[in-house]
């Protein structure tokens, strides 16, 4: 059984002679815990533990260097597989999986979750930590956990191959460290007691991971990573462009763990990353061989197109949801929210399972090695070598050039279907020319983000007009199927307000594209 858990902690590094205060010591005289006199908040007995793990990795770290953290561990309360990832500022979210027989082979839930990253190299022992931890806990009358601090005695050795069977051991290194994790309670205790241990002599570690430290990969070193030169409008047009496509591969890539898990937002991310790549090899298209930008195209639009039913699906639930709350005041409801909730909730997760499956496929693994191959060694044209201050604002442009063409057009023809569908095209064009407004802007400064920036409101303007056409399509099918005359009812007032917000949503892009077309958002592009 897969069980996924969210951590917020903060670690410290601490000598021999520190002594940790009482928890309720430590936030004495502060307003963060509950009211004594209505629940009082006491320190449990401490909890002592060793816990031994071994970490997995592929020969060259790309797990760790991704920021991962795959382990199988012995001792303490969750012994097993755990696979750690980021999970924004001080927080990470966790994969835990049963220990388990096999000590040296990584279980298959797990290397599916971590193929973007690994791309099917083998996973091996790399390093093994041995802890004997300590644990103190501050818990409320009903025995919540409102934050822990864990007093840890580490030793680690680095695990390295040899050419027979097993591994050779580094030498070993030793540390003492302090964790204090969250519990049920909000960021204001961790934050104080963040604030008091440090004010007694703790420093904050240089990385929350241990394998970081072990493999000596803490901030400050930077062996084995690239580092990037200077972009100008006078390097290679080719080099900025593979700037910005190592940025949308590692997204891509990123986000294949969090959309497995069904993080929020995490589908419509790893999405916007396939539409950029796939924008960028469009717009960028001299710079870089015909045929392989045709293939990754081609890959891109399926890979979005698999995201994109799962995302709409979501959005499309969340929209109707939000305007059934609205409307509570007007009738009742609570039929309409549970036929909504149970049809649409329904739809986002069979799209998700359809999403799930296809990251588990060939295609999409030999994708992730085209994008992998594309960034290592690219297949640029001679057009690439050229400087990007000649090269580059021509291309974009073109991107703008067509959605003023699409815009014209829409704009003579008569409401309708065709319309519809010409503003549909205009909202795509007009993405991929604030994509490539953005893909240059680290050379182009504030005239690209300028010009990008104006660019998405034209696009977030025709996004709600078209958000609000397939709410439409969506509110007349629910009507048509639902038995209960209350909730067609209410169905039908929603597609109303729909409606009327659509001429709202023209306006938006009528003055979005008026602005969108001043003449200094386009001086640089000459």
Same mark, same amino acid.
């Given at each position: 059984?897969?069980?996924?858990?969210?951590?917020?902690?903060?670690?410290?590094?601490?000598?021999?002679? @520190?002594?940790?205060?009482?928890?309720?010591?430590?936030? *004495?005289?502060?307003?963060?815990?509950?009211?004594?006199?209505?629940?009082?908040?006491?320190?449990?007995?401490?909890?002592?533990?060793?816990?031994?793990?071994?970490?997995?990795?592929?020969?060259?770290?790309?797990?760790?260097?991704?920021?991962?953290?795959?382990?199988?561990?012995?001792?303490? +309360?969750?012994?097993?597989?755990?696979?750690?990832?980021?999970?924004?500022?001080?927080?990470?979210? +966790?994969?835990? $999986?049963?220990?388990?027989?096999?000590?040296?082979?990584?279980?298959?839930?797990?290397?599916?979750?971590?193929?973007?990253?690994?791309?099917?190299? *083998?996973?091996?022992?790399?390093?093994?930590?041995?802890?004997?931890?300590?644990?103190?806990?501050?818990?409320?009358?009903?025995?919540?956990?409102?934050?822990?601090?864990?007093?840890?005695?580490?030793?680690?050795?680095?695990? $390295?191959?040899?050419?027979?069977?097993?591994?050779?051991?580094?030498?070993?290194?030793?540390?003492?460290?302090?964790?204090?994790?969250?519990?049920?309670?909000?960021?204001?205790?961790?934050?104080?007691?963040?604030?008091?241990?440090?004010?007694?002599?703790?420093?904050?570690?240089?990385?929350?991971?241990?394998?970081?430290?072990? $493999?000596?990969?803490?901030?400050?070193?930077?062996?084995?990573?690239?580092?990037?030169?200077?972009?100008?409008?006078?390097?290679?047009?080719?080099?900025?462009?593979?700037?910005?496509?190592?940025?949308?591969?590692?997204?891509?890539?990123?986000?294949?763990?969090?959309?497995?898990?069904?993080?929020?937002?995490?589908?419509?991310?790893?999405?916007? *990353?396939?539409?950029?790549?796939?924008?960028?090899?469009?717009?960028?298209?001299?710079?870089?061989?015909?045929?392989?930008?045709?293939?990754?195209?081609?890959?891109?639009?399926?890979?979005?197109?698999?995201?994109?039913?799962?995302?709409?699906?979501?959005?499309?639930?969340?929209?109707?949801?939000?305007?059934?709350?609205?409307?509570?005041?007007?009738?009742?409801?609570?039929?309409?929210?549970?036929?909504?909730?149970?049809?649409?909730?329904?739809?986002?997760?069979?799209?998700?399972?359809?999403?799930?499956?296809?990251?588990?496929?060939?295609?999409?693994?030999? $994708?992730?090695?085209?994008?992998?191959?594309?960034?290592?060694?690219?297949?640029?044209?001679?057009?690439? *070598?050229?400087?990007?201050?000649?090269?580059?604002?021509?291309?974009?442009?073109?991107?703008?050039?067509?959605?003023?063409?699409?815009?014209?057009?829409?704009?003579?023809?008569?409401?309708?279907?065709?319309?519809?569908?010409?503003?549909?095209?205009?909202?795509?064009?007009?993405?991929?020319?604030?994509?490539?407004?953005?893909?240059?802007?680290?050379? @182009?400064? +504030?005239?690209?983000?300028?010009?990008?920036?104006?660019?998405?409101?034209?696009?977030?303007?025709?996004?709600?007009?078209?958000?609000?056409?397939?709410?439409?399509?969506?509110?007349?099918?629910?009507?048509?199927?639902?038995?209960?005359?209350?909730?067609?009812?209410?169905?039908?007032?929603?597609?109303?307000?729909? +409606?009327?917000?659509?001429?709202?949503?023209?306006?938006? @892009?009528?003055?979005?594209?008026?602005?969108?077309?001043?003449?200094?958002?386009?001086?640089?592009?000459?």
């Amino acid at each position: 059984m897969v069980i996924v858990d969210r951590e917020v902690l903060r670690t410290y590094i601490a000598d021999d002679g @520190f002594q940790v205060p009482p928890l309720t010591e430590l936030l *004495a005289g502060t307003d963060v815990l509950p009211d004594p006199a209505i629940s009082p908040v006491v320190e449990g007995e401490p909890v002592r533990h060793r816990l031994v793990a071994t970490y997995f990795d592929t020969v060259d770290l790309r797990l760790t260097s991704a920021g991962l953290t795959l382990r199988r561990r012995t001792g303490g +309360e969750d012994a097993g597989w755990h696979l750690k990832a980021p999970a924004g500022p001080g927080a990470c979210s +966790e994969v835990r $999986l049963p220990r388990g027989r096999g000590t040296r082979t990584v279980p298959v839930p797990l290397q599916k979750m971590v193929w973007a990253q690994s791309l099917g190299s *083998a996973l091996r022992p790399v390093a093994e930590i041995v802890t004997d931890r300590t644990v103190r806990r501050l818990v409320d009358v009903t025995g919540r956990v409102l934050a822990e601090v864990a007093d840890d005695r580490v030793t680690a050795r680095r695990l $390295l191959p040899t050419d027979g069977q097993g591994d050779a051991a580094g030498a070993a290194t030793s540390w003492r460290g302090i964790e204090v994790e969250l519990g049920t309670s909000g960021d204001d205790v961790l934050s104080e007691l963040d604030a008091r241990l440090r004010g007694r002599g703790l420093s904050q570690a240089p990385s929350a991971s241990e394998l970081a430290q072990v $493999l000596d990969l803490t901030p400050g070193n930077e062996e084995g990573r690239a580092t990037r030169r200077t972009l100008t409008v006078d390097s290679p047009a080719g080099d900025v462009l593979l700037a910005h496509l190592r940025d949308q591969v590692q997204q891509v890539r990123a986000y294949d763990l969090p959309v497995r898990v069904d993080a929020p937002d995490a589908v419509h991310k790893m999405r916007v *990353a396939t539409r950029r790549l796939r924008s960028a090899l469009t717009t960028f298209r001299p710079l870089v061989d015909a045929d392989v930008a045709g293939r990754l195209r081609d890959e891109l639009k399926w890979l979005a197109g698999e995201l994109g039913a799962a995302r709409d699906a979501e959005v499309m639930r969340d929209r109707v949801r939000t305007a059934v709350e609205t409307e509570a005041d007007v009738v009742d409801s609570r039929p309409v929210a549970a036929v909504a909730d149970a049809e649409l909730g329904q739809a986002y997760r069979t799209a998700h399972d359809r999403v799930l499956a296809e990251l588990d496929g060939e295609r999409y693994h030999d $994708l992730l090695i085209a994008l992998d191959r594309l960034v290592t060694a690219p297949p640029w044209t001679e057009r690439a *070598a050229r400087r990007a201050g000649r090269t580059l604002p021509r291309q974009v442009a073109r991107s703008h050039a067509k959605v003023r063409k699409i815009v014209a057009k829409a704009e003579s023809t008569p409401a309708g279907a065709e319309r519809e569908e010409l503003l549909h095209d205009a909202r795509k064009a007009a993405k991929r020319s604030r994509y490539a407004g953005e893909s240059v802007s680290g050379v @182009f400064g +504030e005239d690209a983000i300028r010009f990008a920036a104006a660019m998405e409101d034209v696009q977030e303007a025709l996004g709600e007009h078209q958000d609000s056409v397939l709410t439409r399509e969506r509110l007349r099918a629910l009507a048509r199927h639902t038995s209960s005359t209350e909730a067609a009812f209410l169905y039908g007032r929603l597609h109303a307000l729909e +409606e009327a917000g659509a001429g709202e949503s023209q306006r938006h @892009f009528d003055a979005a594209w008026k602005a969108a077309g001043r003449k200094r958002l386009h001086r640089w592009l000459r």
